[in-house]
């Protein structure tokens, strides 16, 4: 049974830069699945990122593209998400999830606040 | 973007009853659309897929039905563990995956 694990600071400031990274188990990164980064707020919803293939191939949220960076490292079986110059409005719930198709597989979730 | 609009947004039912949330795409997704389950402090759970089959381990008391722009997740004989934020998903036209703002099915 895959299992998604996501990591990193739940705390970053203003103008800052966001780092999650998600770790797979129970099955290569390497397979016929994309990768994806969604997040959930009070206020939107649940909302996708984007997401990334092993091979490095990403597609992303038109109206988060210019801040996002999503990358996968095979070795380590993990894939990452990085958004810059946060500001209060991506205080989110931030989960990875895997696309099969659909999300089929996600991540218990992690809070990350955007905060000095 | 599509857009997906869920309603009700607030759902009361008991125990035993039936319980129909809709989905409604502000454009023709032909079947491309799943339902999710969500309870508090969890991730959502992948319920339904392709409008109407159920996923891996899903109870046949859940069913999806639709096409085009409307949609319906039908549980019968609702229990307890039930009672969550619903949610739909397209896929017909990315980037981006678009989500409906969830329908909250509470306890009367």
């Known amino acids: 049974q895959v299992q998604l694990q996501e990591s990193g600071p739940g705390l970053v400031k203003p103008s800052g830069t966001l780092s999650l990274t998600c770790a797979v188990s129970g099955g290569p990164i390497i397979s016929s699945n994309w990768w994806s980064w969604v997040r959930q707020t009070p206020l939107k919803g649940l909302e996708w990122i984007g997401e990334i293939y092993h091979a490095g191939t990403t597609t992303y949220n038109p109206s988060l593209k210019s801040r996002v960076t999503i990358s996968v490292d095979n070795s380590k079986n993990e894939f990452s998400l990085r958004l810059d110059s946060v500001t209060a409005a991506d205080t989110a719930v931030y989960y990875c999830a895997r696309w099969g198709p659909y999300f089929d597989h996600w991540g218990q979730g992690i809070l990350v606040t955007v905060s000095s | 973007e599509i857009v997906l609009t869920q309603s009700p947004a607030t759902l009361s039912l008991s125990p035993g009853e039936r319980a129909t949330l809709s989905c409604r795409a502000s454009q023709n997704i032909g079947s491309y659309l799943a339902w999710y389950q969500q309870r508090p402090g969890q991730a959502p759970r992948l319920l339904i897929l392709?409008?109407?089959d159920r996923a891996t381990g899903i109870s046949p008391r859940f069913s999806g039905s639709g096409s085009g722009t409307d949609f319906t997740l039908t549980i019968s004989r609702l229990e307890p563990d039930d009672f969550a934020v619903y949610y739909c998903?397209?896929?017909?036209?990315?980037?981006?995956?678009?989500f409906g703002q969830g329908t909250k099915l509470e306890l009367k």
């Open positions: 392709d409008a109407s």
């Open positions: 998903q397209q896929r017909s036209d990315w980037p981006p995956y678009t």
